[in-house]
């Protein structure tokens, strides 16, 4: 299954929770993708519990392994580069998945490479299309809102990035106005469909040229709406709210990220992270680059939005190439930044 | 056959290296550090100057707790992928017991190795020696050690107590004990490594994949989750 010049990278991801483990063939090519999901679990909690997340994380770790290496049908010896993601994310699970990466690479001698979870989000989409640079990717998720500039592999400069909350935070804390079970965001995405934006909630501009985001004034008013129309003793049809939120985020995010394409001049914009499984963010960014002719949007497939190993590996991937590598003092480091790797 | 025993669980970081008839090396230090980044550098120079290649291991033993619980889970990450990735079997020990062969060896009574767990609690269990194996009395558990000295008093045989957090709890046990309570001496505060390897060697072999700490305690939200299902 591996010929002399091909390059295998071992990718594991416990930033959150997700234990995952994946086998990428030279940095584009997926032969396994193993995701043991712990969210039924953190279910009942309305949230994801860091002292859960992390328990789960070592119950899963090897059996996530082996599964990953069977479906591979490869060994340990075949494998050129061991990938771990770093960070960001809670320092409990990433401590799993940094330790037994650790382990395997001291057992069997191998190239260890500690990487940066969102690099590992804009990486999913070199798994579906090659990357063309400069580039642009808007990477939206639980955690994070930013666009990241690339001009090369491993370049990553933050251009825009959130000033309060997260777009999958704003998600899930209007899904709980809206008494939605964790996680929200999906919930919400599907009420969207049936509703019409109707509800004239404020869209965070920020000064002139900026291309930071800000969704806490957005939730806020959100709430205000729900709670002024109770008030009154009127009740807003969860449709129709759920829609009105999602315009206004969608808004803000498809604009900027199409000032920021034009003003960088990039080939590509690649949309990463979990909110990129939201329908009606996709569906709008598909309809705005329709129109720009020089620019291709690439969006993964849902199974690549998510947290996973594969996205890992691909960054393992680069690094390798580039000679990078990390050593057995590898931490997992919650507040890791995002850097320019080649400086 | 030679042993590789591990233990994170507390601020003591310990690695052992034995074989049959010797203790091959150890490291241990006391230190408030972040043992993830320690750890393995410490595993692979201690195996390099004793001239163990990871493959020549034949069993990977490992301290499972109680402790911090982020603590526990490094030590017992690495064992169990160690043990998976190289097919060799892995055995845990309680980390208590470690503590308790570490200093009570010789001692003709009860070991009574502790663990500080905050708010006047210890985690702690009651051991003893006999005929050169060590066997629990009362299983390893968090109590408050007010609570547990109290216990103790009805034992008829003095008791020793060790530890790195002794001092934090010695007024307690000795209001409460007297002279019943032994004091070990601060040399003997930190669990030994190869103690540790030589407790594993015997130990029935585990699966790695079904290995994991033992905490004591249920998670924070877990119990005030089953606590909230009761009172439905
Ligand atoms: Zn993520």
């Known amino acids: 299954m591996k010929s002399e010049k091909d390059q295998l990278i071992l990718g594991?991801?416990?930033?959150?929770?997700?234990?995952?483990?994946?086998?990428?063939?030279?940095?584009?090519?997926?032969?396994?993708?193993?995701?043991?999901?712990?969210?039924?679990?953190?279910?009942?909690?309305?949230?994801?519990?860091?002292?859960?997340?992390?328990?789960?994380?070592?119950?899963?770790?090897?059996?996530?392994?082996?599964?990953?290496?069977?479906?591979?049908?490869?060994?340990?010896?075949?494998?050129?580069?061991?990938?771990?993601?770093?960070?960001?994310?809670l320092v409990g699970a990433l401590l799993i998945g940094v330790n037994a990466a650790k382990a395997l690479a001291f057992a069997h001698d191998i190239p260890l490479l500690g990487v940066h979870h969102i690099a590992g989000h804009i990486y999913a989409n070199r798994l579906?299309?090659?990357?063309?640079?400069?580039?642009?990717?808007?990477?939206?998720?639980?955690?994070?809102?930013?666009?990241?500039?690339m001009k090369e592999h491993g370049h990553f400069e933050v251009i825009g990035e959130t000033r309060d909350d997260a777009a999958g935070e704003a998600y899930d804390k209007v899904a709980r106005v809206l008494n939605m079970p964790y996680p929200g965001g999906p919930h919400i995405d599907r009420l969207a469909h049936d509703g019409q934006p109707e509800l004239d909630l404020p869209r965070a501009w920020l000064e002139p040229g900026s291309y930071d985001f800000s969704f806490s004034g957005l939730k806020s008013a959100v709430i205000n709406t729900v709670h002024n129309a109770e008030q009154r003793g009127e009740k807003i049809a969860p449709e129709t709210l759920a829609a009105s939120f999602q315009a206004s985020v969608i808004d803000v995010l498809v604009t900027k990220t199409v000032q920021a394409a034009k003003e960088y001049k990039v080939k590509q914009v690649l949309l990463a992270g979990g909110v990129a499984a939201n329908k009606g963010l996709r569906t709008a960014l598909q309809e705005e680059f329709k129109k720009q002719e020089n620019v291709e949007l690439v969006i993964p497939p849902l199974s690549l939005c998510t947290d996973n190993a594969a996205m890992i590996a691909a960054v393992g991937s680069v690094m390798y190439e580039k000679g990078q590598r990390s050593d057995l003092t590898l931490n997992g480091n919650p507040g890791l930044e995002i850097t320019i790797h080649n400086d | 056959m030679k042993i590789l025993s591990i233990?994170?669980?507390?601020?003591?970081?310990?690695?052992?290296?034995?074989?049959?008839?010797?203790?091959?090396?150890?490291?241990?230090?006391?230190?408030?550090?972040?043992?993830?980044?320690?750890?393995?550098?410490?595993?692979?120079?201690?195996?390099?100057?004793?001239?163990?290649?990871?493959?020549?291991?034949?069993?990977?033993?490992?301290?499972?707790?109680?402790?911090?619980?982020?603590?526990?889970?490094?030590?017992?990450?690495?064992?169990?992928?160690?043990?998976?990735?190289?097919?060799?079997?892995?055995?845990?020990?309680?980390?208590?017991?470690?503590?308790?062969?570490?200093?009570?060896?010789?001692?003709?009574?009860?070991?009574?190795?502790?663990?500080?767990?905050?708010?006047?609690?210890?985690?702690?269990?009651?051991?003893?020696?006999?005929?050169?194996?060590?066997?629990?009395?009362?299983?390893?558990?968090?109590?408050?050690?007010?609570?547990?000295v109290e216990r103790l008093r009805e034992l008829d045989a003095p008791i020793l107590f060790s530890g790195n957090d002794l001092p934090l709890h010695r007024k307690v046990i000795q209001e409460a004990l007297g002279d019943q309570a032994i004091m070990a001496e601060i040399t003997e505060y930190n669990p030994r490594p190869a103690e540790l390897a030589f407790l594993g060697r015997n130990r029935q072999d585990e699966d790695p994949h079904a290995f994991v700490p033992n905490y004591i305690r249920l998670a924070e939200a877990e119990a005030k989750w089953l606590e909230s299902k009761k009172q439905q």
């Open chain 1, 12 to 89: 594991i991801e416990t930033s959150c929770d997700e234990t995952a483990v994946a086998l990428v063939r030279n940095g584009r090519e997926i032969i396994a993708n193993v995701v043991a999901s712990q969210i039924e679990s953190h279910k009942r909690f309305g949230g994801v519990v860091p002292e859960i997340a992390s328990r789960h994380h070592v119950e899963q770790v090897t059996l996530v392994l082996e599964e990953a290496l069977k479906q591979a049908g490869t060994a340990m010896e075949e494998i050129d580069g061991i990938a771990v993601t770093e960070g960001p994310g």
């Open chain 1, 128 to 149: 579906v299309k090659e990357m063309e640079f400069p580039l642009l990717s808007l990477v939206v998720s639980g955690g994070h809102t930013e666009l990241v500039y």
């Open chain 2, 7 to 148: 233990d994170t669980s507390n601020y003591v970081l310990g690695i052992g290296l034995v074989d049959d008839t010797q203790v091959m090396g150890e490291y241990i230090s006391n230190l408030k550090k972040n043992h993830s980044v320690r750890v393995m550098p410490a595993i692979q120079t201690l195996m390099k100057e004793c001239g163990i290649k990871p493959a020549d291991l034949d069993k990977i033993v490992v301290a499972k707790g109680p402790g911090s619980y982020t603590g526990v889970r490094i030590g017992v990450t690495i064992a169990k992928t160690l043990s998976w990735t190289l097919n060799k079997p892995i055995a845990g020990v309680s980390s208590l017991e470690v503590l308790a062969a570490s200093s009570g060896r010789y001692f003709n009574g009860y070991l009574s190795p502790l663990f500080d767990a905050r708010r006047g609690q210890i985690y702690t269990g009651l051991y003893q020696f006999s005929n050169g194996s060590i066997a629990a009395v009362y299983e390893d558990q968090l109590v408050m050690a007010a609570d547990w």
